[in-house]
């Protein structure tokens, strides 16, 4: 072992977010780290294999931004450069939430749209720059070496081949994402796997990309956001990305009324969003290429945080909180796991059962806010959905925080907080938040904003919401 590591070699299986950042954290502590994954790298941001939902709306919430840029120090000027956009919410976006508008106050929390390739392959650039990194693609893993208290390394084959190799490793990190086997493997080893809180909705999402010559409204506007009403599953979101003048557009609905991937279907479903706002921008805009499906919403944690782990062995990312991408949480939350695993290795030589229980907590506000929304949809199922008298009466406060976070900036500031994970969810029990939303009559929601600015051709003025179809 090199002099001041703890580990000789570390294998990641996983080139993705999660598993980059989590090898470079452990550059300090690692004399050799090894990255394998079963795809082909592409050496530009562009769709591979082992990410199929890619090609959708990914965002990266401020306390994501946060992480990242401890992680790995000016990678936010970096994403910049490369053009990923940055707007404040509520600043620059469109919202429409339970049916009203939200205001557009001035301060806001930093949201990163650039699109998932870029922000992959500039993680990407960066990590693999470091000396003792490399990476091995087309080489997947098949299992763990060891038994039920060490893990001594990972069995391989290259990708489409019948040749077992073993990578041996005193350091194996599970970066696999949603697929993950690594509860087989533990099984196999004769190690405890650990157990899996599911809750399915049926939540499926659809994505095109757009090409506009102003931004989405015609005017300040950067973005749309329109939430499904209450009694509805269909939303509507318009961000921008990086290539100048255009945008992506994500349809949401629940099972039964999922979004179509043809042409025509696509902009039809859009029409029967609760305001007219994104379907009307969809016809001034020019479509570039087909709408892209995406069905695998399901919010899955495995408790690697109950059971008794082999030494040797951190699973992170997905592999371990896998949240419904409609929220938007993923990356933020790799990030954060990732960075406690980085403070506690610089605090000392914490065990890695020490390690995967920091990891395991990073994603928990994230888990209860997506959760919390899902179970109480009429389509959920799994284990986790059951729901307590306590769960009941938080779901009617969170609903009176959202009635008034639209137009009370500081219950806006402190649900916007908690929603970008900056911070604890009892910030909205504050003094002043609990007066607000338990005495006080929401306020007046504000008007419908303009499409176009005055003058522009096409619609001057959405009109007022409508309901959603069924």
């Keep these: ?37 079963r795809d082909h790298i592409p050496d530009e941001p562009r769709h591979r294999a082992g990410t199929p939902h890619d090609r959708h709306i990914h965002v990266v919430l401020a306390a994501g931004r946060r992480a990242l840029e401890a992680l790995l120090p000016g990678i936010l000027d970096e994403l910049d450069t490369l053009g990923a956009p940055t707007i404040v919410m509520p600043r620059d976006m469109i919202q429409l939430n339970r049916s009203r508008w939200v205001h557009r106050w001035q301060e806001g929390q930093p949201l990163l749209t650039g699109t998932r390739p870029l922000v992959e392959h500039a993680i990407r650039r960066r990590v693999l720059a470091h000396p003792r990194i490399e990476a091995v693609e087309s ?9 039920g208290a060490w893990v001594r390394g990972v069995r391989v084959r290259p990708r ?6 073993t990578i041996a490793a005193d350091l194996v990190v599970d970066a696999s994402g949603r697929s993950s086997r690594t509860g087989q493997w533990l099984a196999e080893l004769g190690a405890r796997p650990p157990a899996e809180e599911r809750i399915e909705t049926g939540v499926a999402y659809a994505t095109r990309l757009y090409r506009a010559d102003a931004s989405p409204t015609g005017g300040d506007y950067r973005a749309i956001y329109l939430l499904p009403p209450v009694g509805s599953g269909r939303s509507g979101v318009v961000m921008p990305i990086e290539t100048e003048g255009h945008y992506l557009v994500t349809l949401t609905g629940l099972s039964g009324d999922e979004p179509p991937t043809d042409p025509d279907g696509f902009e ?7 305001h007219p706002l994104v379907h009307d921008w969809l016809s001034a805009a020019e479509a570039v290429g087909p709408p892209f499906g995406y069905r695998s919403t399901a919010n ?8 008794r782990l082999p030494q040797g062995l951190l699973v992170v990312g997905d592999a371990v909180t896998s ?36 990891v395991v907590s990073a994603g928990e ?19 986790a959905v059951r729901t ?7 779901g009617w406060y969170l609903e009176r925080v959202q009635l008034h976070a639209t137009s009370d900036e500081v219950v806006g500031g402190a649900f916007r907080d908690v929603i970008h994970l900056v911070a604890p969810a009892r910030t909205l029990f504050a003094p002043r938040v609990v007066r607000t939303v338990l005495f006080r009559r929401p306020a007046p929601s504000p008007p419908a904003p303009p499409l176009y600015p005055e003058g522009a051709s096409g619609p001057t003025q959405a009109s007022p919401p409508r309901a959603a179809s069924a």
């Design 160 to 165: 489409g081949a019948d040749d077992e190799q």
């Design 365 to 383: 506000q994230a888990w209860r806010i997506c959760t919390g929304v899902d179970k109480a949809l009429p389509t959920a199922t799994g284990n």
């Design 268 to 274: 039809a479903f859009a029409a029967g969003l609760e």
């Design 323 to 358: 949240l419904n991408p409609v929220y938007g949480q993923g990356v933020s939350v790799a990030a954060l796991g990732v960075q406690a695993v980085a403070r506690a290795l610089a605090q000392g030589r914490p065990s890695t059962a020490r390690l995967q229980r920091l």
């Design 388 to 394: 307590t008298p306590l769960d009941r009466v938080g």
């Design 300 to 307: 899955v944690r495995r408790r690697f945080d109950r059971v």
């Design 1 to 37: 072992m090199g002099e001041g590591h703890r580990w000789s070699r570390v294998v990641v299986v996983g080139n993705s977010i999660a598993g980059l950042l989590t090898a470079q954290v452990l550059t300090d502590h690692a004399a050799q780290i090894t990255i394998i994954d």
């Design 139 to 147: 080489l997947e893993a098949i299992g763990l070496v060891g038994d």
